[in-house]
């Protein structure tokens, strides 16, 4: 199930506090020949949605609203996101059209390359941090706009079974 964790983003030091920030995590691989868990499948919707709609790079695309079943849009999404970030960013994502979970250690990094989950958080990030959505806080601002993921994040009050508390 997805989740909200810590990880480290600098090399050498990722399990000082100072070098640590939150992310949604995905518990299993999304995307071409994947796992797909529905909520897993649910948090990369909200994300890219989130992250790229308001982009130019990705104006005129179809995002289709976080629903948990994974759909061709959703692939071609993650994998023109993917080719996105090798352009603009100087870290690369592999190409591969799948978004896995970071594990490992908690860094931001495997195999010489960024997860690609983890450089959609850093994009949903600055959209709530340029567009002051949630006082900056991303994953507060994706929500407050579908709220049927509050309980998915565990971000209600909620227990893991996904039961309110009284």
Request: charged share 25%.
């Given at each position: 199930?997805?989740?909200?964790?810590?990880?480290?983003?600098?090399?050498?030091?990722?399990?000082?506090?100072?070098?640590?920030?939150?992310?949604?995590?995905?518990?299993?691989?999304?995307?071409?020949?994947?796992?797909?868990?529905?909520?897993?499948?649910?948090?990369?919707?909200?994300?890219?949605?989130?992250?790229?709609?308001?982009?130019?790079?990705?104006?005129?695309?179809?995002?289709?609203e976080p629903?948990?079943?994974?759909?061709?849009?959703?692939?071609?999404?993650?994998?023109?996101?993917?080719?996105?970030?090798?352009r603009s960013?100087?870290?690369?994502?592999?190409?591969?059209?799948?978004?896995?979970?970071?594990?490992?250690?908690?860094?931001?990094?495997?195999?010489?390359?960024?997860?690609?989950?983890?450089?959609?958080?850093?994009?949903?990030?600055?959209?709530?941090?340029?567009?002051?959505?949630?006082?900056?806080?991303?994953?507060?601002?994706?929500?407050?706009?579908?709220?049927?993921?509050?309980?998915?994040?565990?971000?209600?009050?909620?227990?893991?079974?996904d039961l309110?508390?009284?």
């Amino acid at each position: 199930m997805a989740k909200i964790e810590i990880v480290g983003y600098k090399p050498g030091n990722p399990t000082h506090a100072e070098y640590q920030t939150k992310i949604i995590n995905v518990s299993a691989s999304v995307g071409i020949s994947s796992v797909n868990q529905l909520k897993d499948v649910m948090v990369v919707q909200a994300l890219l949605k989130y992250a790229l709609e308001k982009r130019i790079d990705f104006r005129g695309e179809e995002f289709p609203e976080p629903c948990g079943v994974f759909i061709k849009t959703t692939a071609q999404l993650i994998k023109k996101y993917q080719r996105w970030v090798n352009r603009s960013r100087r870290v690369p994502v592999s190409i591969d059209g799948r978004i896995n979970p970071v594990k490992g250690g908690a860094y931001a990094f495997g195999k010489n390359k960024l997860w690609t989950i983890y450089a959609l958080n850093v994009d949903a990030m600055e959209r709530a941090l340029l567009e002051g959505e949630a006082g900056g806080d991303y994953i507060e601002a994706i929500c407050q706009r579908w709220a049927f993921l509050r309980p998915v994040l565990n971000k209600s009050g909620t227990g893991s079974l996904d039961l309110a508390l009284e």
